[in-house]
Each structure stands twice: as C-alpha cells, then as structure tokens.
C-alpha cells in the first residue's frame, strides 16, 4: 500500500508561483511512475506533469515551460513548482504514483495511488 499526501496549495496572483510537494509512504518499491493530475470544477481530470525512475519528465502542453516536476528519492518526495500563474491553472491537485508501460494513459503510467488534493486558485 502507497500513501500519498499533498502540501502546498494555495491562492496566488496570476503570475505568481506556488510549490506543491508530496509525501509518499508505504510499500514504493514497485512505483515506476510519479505525477501530478489536477480537476477544475465542471471539468475533467487532466494529467499535469510526471516523473519517472530515473528523472526523465514529462509535462502536458498547456505547462510545459511554466511547470517543473521533481523528486527526491531519498526523502521520498516529489515536486511541482508552478510558476507564471494563470487563472486557467485554478484546480485541485492531486499527486499520483504507479507504474510505467501503459500507453492508453497519461504518460505511458497506471496511476493506481491518488492524494486527497490540495487546491490551487489563481486570480
């Protein structure tokens, strides 16, 4: 069992930046794939950013250059700083975590641990 919990969240000028950070616990040895999803209301769930063993990264278009997921393995931990905020980035974040080698799913990853969110609101 994986147990993930967000920190971090926040409201922000638009412009302005936050750091997300997310904890992991449990039994992470079998977790190939790390990320961040986020859901506005009304809308639907969309991948943000993941991290792979190894560091390799991938980000969804709409933050790539604005967004830098993270991780340090040591401490069991992973990152997104967001930053040149937008109004359209107001959502619910969630860190999520599973494996790598499904290619109907965002980042090639199975996303089987969801956080409870942490809520961003940029205006």
């Known amino acids: 069992h994986v147990q993930l919990v967000e920190s971090g969240g926040g409201s922000v000028q638009t412009g302005g930046s936050l750091r997300l950070s997310c904890a992991a616990s449990?039994?992470?040895?079998?977790?190939?794939?790390m990320g961040w999803f986020r859901q506005a209301p009304g809308k639907a769930r969309e991948g943000v950013a993941a991290?792979?063993?190894?560091?390799?990264?991938y980000y969804a278009d709409s933050v790539k250059g604005r967004f830098t997921i993270s991780q340090d393995n040591a401490k069991k931990m992973v990152y997104l700083q967001m930053d040149s905020l937008k109004p359209e980035d107001t959502a619910m974040y969630y860190c999520?975590?599973?494996?790598?080698?499904?290619?109907?799913?965002?980042?090639?990853?199975?996303?089987?641990?969801w956080g409870q969110g942490t809520q961003v609101t940029v205006s």
């Open positions: 991290i792979y063993t190894g560091s390799t990264t």
């Open positions: 449990g039994d992470i040895a079998s977790i190939g794939c």
């Open positions: 999520v975590a599973g494996t790598y080698g499904d290619s109907r799913y965002f980042a090639g990853c199975k996303f089987g641990y």
